[in-house]
């Protein structure tokens, strides 16, 4: 036997071998990338020897990546320097991926230790899902994430002996180690310190530390005069009050007086979803806190969503650099969890109503329970005896980046069921949200000699059978690949918002109309629904970019389509564009209802995309996300709302602060599942007020053609009330925090709604 | 020390009594002016002219003429569909910091051909040293022909201790290329009021439950010199019946008080502030709803049997 396969089996059967010095350390990547100081290089060719003590067991399957990212970055569509989507290091800039089974040797140590292995790619790898399992000794975890950008840092601890440590790691799809770093307990708080802050929750660490020291944080808001706790709030470590959920509740935020104690009360209707909030101020640490809701009339355990509303450290605006604060954002499902001195949890409890549920009054509680004790807080449910209606007529969309455009890129089936599990998810909760469309895009080339398009219309008619699958509804705002046919005839790409457009030679409009003619022939053959032709993503005002749009999209209407445009119809500069749009969809609500009307009767329809509630500021507009999708939206009189965005992601999708800019909506599980965030949730319940008013308008409706006393009566007393809402109401372009109802007040307002529906049917005998 | 009480009931005076919906009255409140027709130096504009209209001020006297004609295709190269503006720059201390006001007061009116003016026709924006804090707001309340004093609070400005410069601004791209608009400028000032005043008073809800515990309240108090309180009464009355009141005593700021409640009939209310006999804002209105968690009259669906 040679001596590099008896240290093999050594190693394999676990016979001693000669214990190194603690921390071991490894930077795994390619020969020529950046070494962390201190540490070993290890890369794709690094296999274990008699002379090598540490690395692979076997090549087979093993590659190396490497993406520096140590400066600005060139954004050329913008024109912009901008930051870069993370910041690498020697340890991140590298890896080594393994699409086999494989295991790393390593000496034991001198004592009993730990291993960490810190796992993830430092390239955007947007196409693949990482699943697999690293195993030490006998414990193993596994490990899932889509795409790269991100870290995770797995550890094990390592008992005394002998015999070399071996960390397995087992692919389902493709596995991804930056390092592995093996210590004995005295060397814990130095390698915490100095290798592994920069993968810990702490402010910063994602940043080299003069990058960090440009952010400034903003204070959080006043949190009040904290109220002397009472005896039994000290007995059990926590006092617990309840904040309308509108409402954010900030880390400090002491309870107001009128928030003890807490009193959860909610009404809906059966199949309508409805959250209720309270929040735990711990006096002191508290452990092993669980919460429970029970004994709610006919909900059972799956009809009730427990979560906590994470801080997460986030911009004032989307693209602002070097400024951040603490926001209530992402509701993750909870279990369990050791609860901070000092800091408020808030819970975020949705329940679903059954459909078939009773109507009545039911009365539970949300028990509350730590190591230390806990309290019950009683929950009062009203279930009414109506289903809320739909408005057919208004559109609920959002702009949506499909996971199945991931799929030509992917190269492993475990990746190709991941992203078609997460688009699965997310349709189910975009229409547990009320959102039944999303905006598409058709890739095509320009046309090649023959004047022929090439595209891939299969892909298309899988995100198609998903849309029918859920029930989604068109028109479909469609993307179209203007840009590629400019570049074609222009010689060059126009850029973001058309900043370097030149006017076209005639034969673009031609080949627009072309291309068009034939993405339409595709459609009607396919039976898709109705594409609203998008060339273009927001326009500048700049008369280069206003001319052309007036080309292109009278190109796109000379094959008989409509167009969509997004732009404020306000803004003047863009009038000459308006013999060309059929759909404008805007930010505010910056169109007069009359006009509205007006424009809709001549077949120009209004949108809004309200980006001001879905991210684009601070992520706290809650209040503003449910005032725009109810009340605000009935008021403008639009058509459809349509969000910037389901989910976008810059670098490491949980770190808001670093890339360019700043993180969209929702979030997701390891598996993919959708994570919401407080704005997706309130976005939801606008869209439950617009049912509520839409269920009485249908009401109201049957009533007109009703003659009797008291249905007449019930009718005027509805059209008052409906009066008196409105009334209250302070129309505003964009509701975001200021001039709004009180949280709690909205909830007064849907049921002065609720109570006319069920006085109007009561009156008509239904 | 407490100020205003001693002086009775009439420590809000006039002010409170007029600082109605449309705003308080700030004619008698002290100010120091950031911009005027006499107040220009290290003023300048871009794509816009500046003059003076010696008797074209608010009461006849003297304002500053911000003129612009819209232009979509000249100007600054890179914007051609660019913000035509005036700035000024502010280098005195007393100019920059102005965290011991309560208001920017501006008084504008726009003349223009156009039929009507665009939803944004003008824009305030604030520069602070740390760009990132600067504080921009469109000014949506100028009127075409008609003065509008206009108050941003300076509690709304994100860095008020260190304003480096003021812009006032159009958006082309709000107008037609041609277009010719001219903003008048009474003045531009600081303001805060001499005396003790109750502004933004309102209840937290308009519409509560009847079985509502308490009612928030939230105001503002003005003009209290430093370690200063005032007192105030708040009260719920249905007709003229008071069914609910508190007691509050406080220095300037924002506030929030809570009204105790006893169960309530559903129906309209209004909720009263008192400074000793009188009426120190405006009443507001709260609308009471009956509560859908009372338990339910025998027969209705989900009753108990």
């Known amino acids: 036997m040679s001596r590099r396969l008896s240290c093999l089996a050594a190693a394999a059967t676990g016979i001693a071998a000669a214990a190194a010095a603690s921390p071991q350390l490894f930077d795994m990547g390619t020969a020529s990338s950046s070494l962390e100081p201190g540490f070993t290089r290890i890369t794709a060719e690094s296999i274990v020897s008699p002379g090598t003590p540490s690395g692979w067991e076997t090549r087979d399957g093993l590659r190396a990546q490497a993406r520096v990212f140590t400066n600005v970055v060139t954004n050329a569509s913008r024109g912009t320097e901008e930051p870069p989507p993370i910041w690498t290091t020697p340890l991140t800039e590298d890896a080594v991926l393994g699409s086999r089974g494989n295991t790393f040797i390593l000496p034991p140590l001198p004592g009993s230790g730990t291993v960490a292995v810190v796992c993830g790619t430092s390239d955007a790898a947007r196409d693949q899902f990482f699943d697999f399992t690293v195993a030490v000794g006998d414990r193993e975890q596994r490990l899932r994430f889509e795409g790269g950008h991100q870290f995770r840092v797995l550890r094990f601890e390592v008992p005394a002996g002998p015999a070399p440590v071996r960390v397995r790691l087992v692919p389902r799809s493709l596995w991804a180690v930056n390092a592995i770093l093996a210590w004995s307990a005295e060397d814990d708080a130095r390698v915490g310190r100095e290798f592994l802050r920069r993968f810990s929750d702490e402010p910063g660490a994602w940043a080299p530390p003069d990058e960090w020291a440009k952010w400034k944080r903003d204070p959080d808001p006043a949190p009040g005069p904290m109220p002397e706790p009472s005896a039994e709030d000290r007995a059990r470590g926590f006092l617990v009050f309840a904040r309308p959920w509108a409402e954010c509740v900030f880390p400090h935020d002491a309870p107001r007086a009128d928030e003890i104690p807490p009193r959860l009360r909610l009404f809906a209707t059966p199949g309508e979803y409805e959250p209720f909030t309270f929040t735990v101020r711990p006096l002191r640490p508290l452990s092993a806190v669980r919460v429970a809701v029970r004994g709610l009339g006919p909900l059972a355990a799956g009809d009730i969503d427990i979560r906590r509303v994470r801080y997460m450290s986030a911009r004032p605006n989307y693209s602002t650099m070097h400024r951040w604060w603490v926001a209530p954002d992402v509701l993750e499902r909870f279990e369990s969890a050791d609860l901070p001195a000092d800091i408020n949890t808030r819970f975020w409890i949705t329940v679903r109503i059954p459909d078939d549920a009773p109507a009545g009054i039911h009365t539970g509680v949300v028990a509350v329970a730590g190591a230390q004790g806990g309290v019950e807080i009683p929950v009062t449910l009203r279930i009414l005896p109506f289903r809320l209606l739909e408005d057919t007529n208004r559109l609920f969309g959002i702009y949506y980046h499909h996971p199945y455009d991931r799929l030509p890129g992917a190269t492993d089936e475990v990746s190709r069921a991941h992203f078609r599990f997460r688009a699965e998810r997310e349709h189910e909760d975009m229409v547990a949200h009320g959102t039944r469309n999303v905006t598409l895009s058709f890739s095509t080339r320009a046309a090649d000699a023959q004047g022929n398009f090439r595209f891939n219309g299969d892909l298309l008619q899988e995100k198609f059978d998903l849309w029918k699958r859920h029930g989604f509804r068109g028109p479909v705002a469609m993307h179209i690949s203007a840009g590629e046919v400019y570049a074609k005839h222009a010689g060059g790409r126009y850029g973001s918002h058309l900043r370097g457009v030149k006017d076209p030679p005639e034969s673009f409009a031609r080949e627009m109309t072309a291309m068009v003619r034939t993405i339409e022939a595709e459609r009607v053959r396919r039976g898709w629904p109705e594409f609203l032709y998008y060339p273009v993503d927001e326009p500048s005002t700049d008369p280069a970019a206003v001319r052309f749009m007036v080309t292109v999209l009278r190109a796109c209407k000379e094959a008989g389509v409509r167009t969509y445009v997004t732009a404020d119809r306000a803004h003047e500069a863009f009038a000459p564009m308006a013999p060309h749009v059929d759909v404008w969809c805007m930010q505010p609500f910056s169109v007069d209802p009359v006009t509205v009307r007006r424009e809709a009767a001549r077949g120009v329809e209004t949108w809004c995309y309200p980006n001001h509630i879905s991210g684009e500021n601070n992520r706290t507009p809650v209040a503003g996300a449910r005032m725009t999708y109810g009340f605000g939206f009935r008021l403008s009189g639009y058509r459809a709302l349509i969000p910037w965005i389901y989910s976008a992601s810059g670098g490491d999708p949980m770190n808001y602060l670093d890339g360019p800019t700043q993180d969209f909506l929702n979030r997701h599980e390891p598996d993919g599942t959708p994570v919401p965030v407080t704005l997706w949730e309130a976005m939801r319940e606008g869209y439950d007020d617009f049912r509520y008013l839409h269920t009485l308008d249908l009401a109201l409706e049957r009533a007109r053609g009703d003659g009797r006393p008291a249905v007449r009566a019930a009718a005027a007393r509805a059209e008052a009330e409906l009066a008196e809402i409105a009334a209250a109401i302070r129309v505003q372009p964009k509701y975001k925090h200021d001039g709004l109802w009180n949280a709690a007040e909205f909830d007064v307002h849907r049921w002065r709604i609720a109570r006319r529906i069920l006085d109007l049917e009561s009156a008509m005998g239904r | ?305």
Request: include cysteine.
């Open chain 2, 1 to 305: 020390m407490r100020v205003g009480l001693a002086c009775g009931g009439s420590w809000l005076g006039a002010a409170l009594v007029a600082a109605a919906a449309a705003g308080p009255d700030t004619s008698g409140w002290e100010s120091r002016v950031l911009l005027s027709s006499s107040v220009t130096s290290r003023l300048s504009a871009a794509e816009s002219a500046v003059t003076v209209e010696p008797a074209g001020g608010p009461g006849g006297g003297a304002a500053l003429r911000m003129g612009v004609v819209v232009d979509h295709f000249g100007g600054e190269a890179k914007y051609p569909v660019g913000w035509p503006r005036i700035a000024r720059e502010f280098r005195e201390a007393a100019d920059r910091d102005w965290s011991a006001w309560d208001y920017l007061r501006l008084r504008v009116r726009a003349d223009t051909a156009r039929a009507a003016l665009p939803a944004a026709p003008l824009s305030l924006s604030l520069r602070a040293p740390d760009k990132a804090r600067s504080f921009s707001r469109t000014l949506d309340e100028v009127r075409k022909g008609e003065w509008t004093e206009i108050l941003v609070p300076v509690r709304a400005i994100t860095d008020p201790s260190d304003v480096t410069s003021m812009t006032l601004s159009i958006s082309d791209a709000n107008y037609s290329h041609g277009d010719r608009v001219d903003f008048l400028i009474g003045e531009v000032s600081l303001v805060r009021p001499r005396e003790p005043a109750l502004l933004e008073f309102a209840p937290d809800a308009g519409a509560i439950w009847s079985d509502a515990r308490r009612l928030p309240v939230r105001f503002r108090l003005l003009g209290v010199p430093e370690g200063g309180r005032a007192t105030l009464r708040f009260e719920l009355r249905e007709g003229a019946t008071v069914v609910g009141r508190s007691a509050f005593a406080g220095g300037r700021g924002d506030h929030r008080a809570l009204v105790d409640l006893p169960p309530l009939r559903p129906g309209p209310y209004t909720l009263h502030a008192l400074a000793g006999p009188r009426e120190a804002a405006p009443a507001a209105r709260v609308t009471v709803v009956e509560s859908p968690w009372a338990p339910l009259p025998p027969g209705a669906e989900g009753a108990a049997p």
